[in-house]
């Protein structure tokens, strides 16, 4: 970026340009200086939201997703900018917002109350417009590297709690959701539902075609299994080439028709794999309950109705019986088997 002597305009370098403008908010009563600061600031490339007092600059501020660089003058109307850094930091939003404090006063009390407020730099009237553009520009990198932690930090959580392969939950992530679950139902007197589901003769897919395309068909199925669902239910590795499915708010009667679904999206079309069309099929077993109960259990008869499904000749449903310390109400769910033509 330099600075072109004919018209003392901002003229942004190749790389610049093609970064995303950061928007800032500009709060100043002063028409000249607001105006002086909205043009510098969009000659710079930056994207500007410019108000006239405190109390328009905190409504700006309170939207889903406000401005991460804040230009705001000390002394003006609605509210001043020590009170807005207030506002703001007791908020302690993420991601952070980089306040520039502008004021008139030069003492150095001034500058220790504008800093201890929250604000992160402090610039005097009449400032320099270089120095203002400097102290913008560092405001921004560190905008910037904050994104790039925040980025850091999910893709952590991700990683933490989904599978690397397949990207569903993982095992912890979705034992864990089967508890709160089973416990949210059981305050509300909903019903849960939970899908053990298993890939029939996967190790042969493995023997006959390698791990490779093994893992290819596993993500594939995972993927297949996800759509089936609703929006609101999860489905996770359980292990090998399980999968577990908890449906939220969910009837006897759901549970079936989603299992079947599942049933079908797997089996209905062949995954392509290196040239190869694998016909792939699903067993599942289901329960349902409302009682908060020991999520083992809950999961022991799950995977009972499961080899039941894989003893009465794979790529079907069971629906099975909770044990009796586990249903809501009496002779809630009968066994049913259900064959996937």
């Known amino acids: 970026?330099?600075?072109?002597?004919?018209?003392?305009?901002?003229?942004?370098?190749?790389?610049?340009?093609?970064?995303?403008?950061?928007t800032a908010l500009v709060a100043e009563d002063d028409p000249i200086y607001r105006r002086l600061l909205q043009n510098r600031l969009e000659n710079w490339g930056y994207k500007v939201i410019a108000v006239n007092d405190g109390a328009e600059a905190w409504e700006v501020l309170r939207q889903p997703k406000p401005p991460g660089l804040l230009i705001l003058d000390w002394m003006m109307p609605g509210a001043d900018g020590i009170e807005l850094c207030r506002r703001i930091r007791q908020k302690q939003d993420d991601p952070y917002q980089y306040i520039l404090l502008l004021t008139g006063k030069d003492e150095k009390q001034d500058l220790?109350?504008?800093?201890?407020?929250?604000?992160?730099?402090?610039?005097?009237?009449?400032?320099?417009?270089?120095?203002?553009?400097?102290?913008?520009?560092?405001?921004?990198?560190?905008?910037?590297l904050q994104r790039e932690l925040i980025q850091s930090r999910e893709a952590l959580r991700f990683d933490a709690t989904h599978d690397a392969l397949t990207g569903v939950w993982s095992r912890g992530a979705i034992l864990h959701l089967l508890e709160a679950e089973i416990h949210r139902?059981?305050?509300?007197?909903?019903?849960?539902?939970?899908?053990?589901?298993?890939?029939?003769?996967?190790?042969?897919?493995?023997?006959?075609?390698?791990?490779?395309?093994?893992?290819?068909?596993?993500?594939?199925?995972?993927?297949?299994?996800?759509?089936a669902l609703r929006s609101y239910d999860f489905v996770g590795r359980y292990g090998g080439e399980e999968f577990l499915a908890i449906l939220t708010n969910c009837t006897l009667d759901d549970l079936r028709i989603a299992a079947e679904r599942i049933c079908a999206s797997v089996a209905d079309s062949p995954i392509e794999v290196n040239n190869e069309s694998l016909r792939v099929t699903v067993s599942i077993g289901g329960v349902v309950t409302s009682n908060r109960g020991r999520d083992r259990e809950f999961l022991a008869a799950a995977d009972s109705a499961l080899y039941e499904a894989k003893r009465s000749g794979r790529n079907r449903v069971v629906i099975g019986s909770c044990p009796p310390s586990l249903v809501f109400r009496d002779n809630f769910a009968e066994s049913a088997v259900v064959a996937h033509a």
């Open 185 to 227: 139902g059981s305050r509300s007197h909903a019903s849960t539902g939970v899908l053990m589901i298993d890939l029939d003769h996967f190790k042969k897919v493995n023997d006959t075609y390698g791990h490779l395309t093994g893992d290819e068909v596993l993500k594939e199925s995972a993927d297949r299994i996800g759509q």
């Open 112 to 144: 220790i109350d504008g800093l201890n407020a929250g604000a992160d730099d402090y610039l005097t009237k009449p400032f320099d417009i270089g120095e203002l553009r400097a102290r913008l520009r560092a405001g921004r990198r560190i905008l910037s």
């Open 1 to 22: 970026m330099h600075k072109s002597r004919e018209s003392d305009a901002i003229v942004l370098s190749e790389d610049e340009m093609f970064k995303p403008a950061e």
